[in-house]
């Protein structure tokens, strides 16, 4: 069994829980899976997501694991709500100095040359003119628990999550060392 998919309804909340067996034995535990929970509420000022994510293992916070992440993808590959982790590359405000994850809202693309062997590419041009690229929502990571909360779904072109994914970045860099690609090779999807 891949994943099994619950839908619910109750009042102003809606929930959906996602169930998912590991897939890759190369794939690190910490970006397996077990399984998710994406709620959407009418709040006072508007509609908001949350997103729960269990791994199998400790989500590294020390910073030195290297550039990986987890996303909500919701209208195909625009306004994909993403928590991730990529030092030493400095692109948000709100980033954590320790673990150096933060949250974006931003587009892919199909992969360029520059990203062969990816799955896809992030669109830095577009990603940087969406209101949502810097946006300080709240998360946390408390061992294999991941949430982010209250993001307004209008900031997500508001569209609703059709997939969740862990994944690993491999940014391209200029002679200066800023990146001139992001490349986004997908670990798992639910």
């Not at 909500?72 to 590359?89: E, K, M, Q, R, S």
């Not at 931003?106 to 590419?121: F, M, N, Q, R, Y």
Request: charged residues 20%; contains cysteine.
């Amino acid at each position: 069994m891949k994943t099994i998919r619950l839908m619910t309804l109750f009042g102003s909340v809606a929930s959906m829980i996602l169930v998912s067996s590991p897939s890759w034995a190369e794939t690190p535990n910490y970006l397996k899976v077990k399984q998710a929970e994406v709620e959407w509420e009418n709040k006072s000022k508007g509609k908001v997501l949350d997103v729960e994510i269990e791994t199998s293992a400790a989500v590294p916070m020390d910073g030195k694991a290297g550039a990986f992440g987890y996303g909500a993808l919701t209208d195909g590959t625009n306004n994909v709500l993403i928590l991730v982790t990529h030092l030493p590359i400095q692109d948000s405000t709100h980033v954590d100095p320790k673990s150096g994850f933060h949250a974006h809202v931003l587009d892919l693309k199909k992969p360029t040359a520059a990203c062969d062997g990816a799955t896809l590419e992030v669109d830095l041009e577009n990603s940087g003119n969406n209101t949502g690229f810097d946006a300080n929502y709240t998360w946390s990571i408390k061992g294999t628990k991941i949430k982010i909360e209250g993001v307004p779904v209008t900031d997500l072109g508001d569209a609703g999550v059709e997939n969740l994914v862990s994944f690993t970045i491999k940014p391209v860099l200029d002679a200066q060392q800023n990146p001139t690609n992001l490349c986004v090779t997908v670990a798992e999807q639910i």
